[in-house]
């Protein structure tokens, strides 16, 4: 691995074009299908409920958060392995694994808002480490800066960018963007798993991914991504939170001009975040593609307790 060294450093050891569903109701329940026991609870945050599952004991309280067409079973390892030193939480944003359909659009506002409820109708505790996955960085980049007073750190994990809507370069010749958002892709609307999806919970997230709610909610969340950025940029200024960025080392975009450029803006825009807040590193996952919790789990594991060790009581 390959380490970039900012102000202090402490380490142990996409867009594409969807279409909208306008017949979607702002809220609506999953046909009737048989859902398997809920880990966790269901908690409502006003008109619809939100599934978390929280493990361990102790703040700060560990929040974890995915990228478009993610949800809590992803996390499963890295939660599991953290609920040992302190309170770890995974969560389903609404329309993913076990959460209700939520209202449109879904943008990192309302998820934000939505977040927060969760949290405080929970008696779930704060203050938080919001370790946040590519779109799920713009979450853990919002709730910092809507609630720096319940924010003990982020953890942003080849997070989204909110400039890079404008700032990575267009498709050459019509071609389309890959997407690297997704802890799987589409073929044919049947999921293919990544390959590192904990074996022990890849059967079940693949049967959650094939309902109607999960493919809506993806793209729902794609559509309303440039909102989603304006809000981050329009929002309040980043408080003086400690935040360790985990960058992706493996190309994702094609060998050619094109993605040469997408490649150095993304590492560009990288970099950017990493200067946010009070910086506690800048760390390149040289073997991961951009699921890094799940191509080296122990990074995530790693940056996260850098923050739980950054808000022990000093002797």
């Known amino acids: 691995m390959s380490l970039t060294f900012t102000r202090r450093m402490i380490f142990p050891a996409l867009l594409m074009g969807t279409v909208s569903f306008m017949g979607w109701p702002p809220t609506m329940a999953a046909p009737t299908d048989s859902q398997p026991v809920v880990p966790g609870k269901l908690v409502d945050v006003g008109g619809h409920r939100l599934h978390i599952h929280c493990e361990g004991e102790g703040l700060p309280t560990i929040i974890f958060d995915s990228g478009t067409g993610g949800f809590s079973l992803e996390w499963t390892r890295v939660q599991k392995v953290l609920s040992r030193h302190t309170r770890a939480c995974s969560y389903d944003r609404a329309g993913y694994g076990w959460s209700d359909m939520g209202p449109l659009p879904r943008t990192s506002e309302r998820i934000t808002r939505e977040l927060y409820t969760l949290l405080d109708k929970g008696n779930i505790l704060g203050p938080y480490i919001l370790a946040g996955h590519s779109f799920g960085g713009y979450t853990a980049q919002l709730f910092a800066r809507s609630y720096p007073e319940d924010t003990a750190g982020l953890v ?160």
């Open 156 to 315: 942003l994990i080849d997070s989204s960018h909110p400039e890079q809507v404008t700032r990575l370069p267009n498709p050459e010749r019509g071609e389309a963007r890959p997407d690297i958002h997704k802890s799987r892709s589409y073929i044919v609307s049947r999921p293919v798993m990544h390959p590192n999806f904990p074996g022990e919970t890849a059967f079940l997230a693949g049967r959650m991914m094939r309902k109607w709610n999960h493919t809506m909610t993806w793209r729902e969340e794609k559509m309303g991504l440039p909102l989603s950025a304006r809000q981050i940029l329009l929002s309040k200024p980043m408080p003086a939170v400690p935040i360790v960025v985990l960058t992706r080392g493996r190309r994702v975009w094609p060998n050619n001009d094109y993605g040469d450029e997408m490649e150095r803006v993304w590492k560009e825009l990288q970099d950017e975040l990493a200067l946010l807040g009070d910086n506690y590193g800048h760390l390149i996952a040289e073997r991961s593609g951009h699921l890094i919790h799940l191509d080296q789990p122990e990074l995530v594991i790693s940056a996260v307790r850098t923050l739980l060790n950054a808000n022990s009581p000093k002797q």
